[in-house]
């Protein structure tokens, strides 16, 4: 079973920017494939998808609110989160979180908090205006 270790997480002003780190400890380069995302949750808030990436092929998806700003990324078994143009409405608590996959399709459902079953345990950003 894969676990999880974020880092990455601060406070900066509008506008700035963050990369969030999440290493999978499956081994030096994942062994199977995984839908990896990163979530976020606001003080009193839902934990809400931000952006997930298909181990296999590295293909990716973005939420509405990520599209144009944050970029998902993955190298061996540490994913990333580049966040610019950070905005007061990007503070929360940013999880990554996997489940196994076996198809570029599956991660393309895999958008609520129920569908990951592994979690890291999460590190705040702080936007400030």
Not at 12 to 20: D, E, F, I, K, T
Not at 22 to 39: M, R
Request: hydrophobic share 35%.
């Amino acid at each position: 079973q894969v676990q999880l270790v974020e880092s990455g997480g601060g406070s900066v002003q509008a506008g700035g920017s963050l990369r969030l780190s999440c290493v999978a400890s499956d081994s030096p380069t994942l062994q199977a494939t995984y839908c990896l995302g990163w979530f976020r949750q606001a003080p009193g808030k839902g934990r809400e998808p931000v952006a997930r990436i298909y181990t296999a092929d590295a293909y990716t998806y973005y939420s509405n609110s990520a599209k144009g700003r944050f970029t998902i990324s993955l190298e061996k078994a540490t994913m990333y989160l580049q966040m610019d143009s950070l905005r007061p409405e990007d503070t929360a608590m940013y999880f990554c979180a996997a489940e196994r996959a076996e198809a570029r399709g599956s991660c393309a459902l895999k958008r609520a908090e129920t569908d990951f079953r592994t979690w890291g345990q999460g590190t705040q950003v702080t936007v400030s205006s």
